[in-house]
């Protein structure tokens, strides 16, 4: 396993193990198998897991696993659903949701806590569901006047060692947010072929991830990359039923081209997605969203193999499938 330097934390494996699938979210899979796949990530040198309290029962595992015990040298995020509530609530919100997850888990801290919403000008309407925007937007003077002091001075009591934000909301915004003084020590940014969040994304403007990793470059932020394989869109069959017209059936036929060309390789191509997202400049490490010890394994050789060669990433890229409103 390789590993890197993530924006102020050191020593980050090239992968890390996300919560939903072992949470139970992505498909079927037991207690037992979740477990088994938590040592296996552990044992191939994975030392970040990333977790969420609305990942099903990914923390409930969590501490089922461990016992509160984690290994030395493990680290373990969480993540909160905040929107735009009162500004008087924001902070008991933040506090309930990190408690809840710290006791969950059964642990004293969480190595980076991040806000699990959209970030949004104060006078931004979503082309989806605006009616919901204050469940998943956190306006910016939330943000900025009551979030990030709270996190900081979180960070200053030792609850939380770093804190960050998913960069799935307006593009224009979660750059602002990069060079925003005090900014997110780490992002959650969209990895793949497609330029695609697929159901995350609530707003009409194209979705510039790329963008986005750029900005957090140029500003010293950490990019966790998410959605190598855009949630099965990206394999070659997704592994549960969903609707015609749902986001990311959509993008798995829009992907046939990107699957006809892995298979004039004879490659895999949740393999490819996998080595492709690791080649993107400028990604620290790769959230996997594997259930099971026969996804991980399949994860844990594309590591080995390395990022995907410049040929290969071209050859992908020349298909045209960056995605656009």
């Known amino acids: 396993m390789e590993y890197t330097q993530m924006g102020p934390i050191r020593r980050v494996s090239r992968l890390v193990l996300g919560g939903g699938g072992i949470g139970q979210i992505w498909g079927e899979t037991g207690r ?90 104060p006078d931004y309407v979503y082309s989806v569901r605006p009616d919901r925007q204050y469940v998943f937007a956190t306006n910016w003077p939330i943000y900025a006047e009551r979030f990030i002091p709270l996190m900081e001075k979180l960070k200053a009591d030792g609850r939380i060692g770093h804190w960050g934000i998913t960069g799935t909301g307006v593009p224009a915004t979660i750059i602002k947010a990069l060079s925003h003084d005090p900014k997110p020590d780490v992002v959650q940014a969209v990895t793949n072929v497609l330029d695609s969040a697929g159901g995350m994304k609530n707003y009409a403007e194209d979705e510039c991830p790329r963008d986005i990793v750029a900005a957090a470059v140029a500003n010293g932020v950490g990019v966790m990359g998410i959605r190598a394989v855009q949630a099965g869109a ?50 620290d490490a790769v959230i996997l969203g594997v259930k099971n010890r026969v996804e991980l394994a399949q994860c844990l050789e594309a590591e080995t193999l390395g990022p995907l060669e410049a040929e290969r990433v071209a050859d992908i890229d020349a298909l045209g499938l960056f995605r656009r409103a």
């Open 32 to 121: 037992d198998e979740a477990s088994a796949t938590i040592a296996l990530a552990l044992d191939r040198g994975i030392n970040l897991i990333d977790t969420a309290p609305m990942y099903r029962n990914c923390e409930v595992i969590i501490g089922e696993h461990f016992g509160g015990k984690f290994p030395e040298g493990i680290m373990i995020t969480s993540k909160c659903r905040l929107g735009t509530p009162p500004p008087d609530e924001v902070e008991a919100r933040i506090l309930a949701s990190l408690e809840n997850s710290l006791a969950t888990m059964r642990v004293p801290r969480v190595d980076v806590f991040f806000l699990h919403t959209n970030i949004c000008e």
């Open 234 to 283: 990206l394999t070659d069959a997704i592994d549960r039923e969903l609707p015609f017209e749902h986001p990311e059936a959509r993008d798995f036929r829009r992907a046939e081209p990107y699957r006809a060309l892995c298979r004039s390789w004879a490659e895999d191509p949740a393999m490819i997605a996998h080595r492709y997202a690791l080649a993107m400049p400028g990604v």
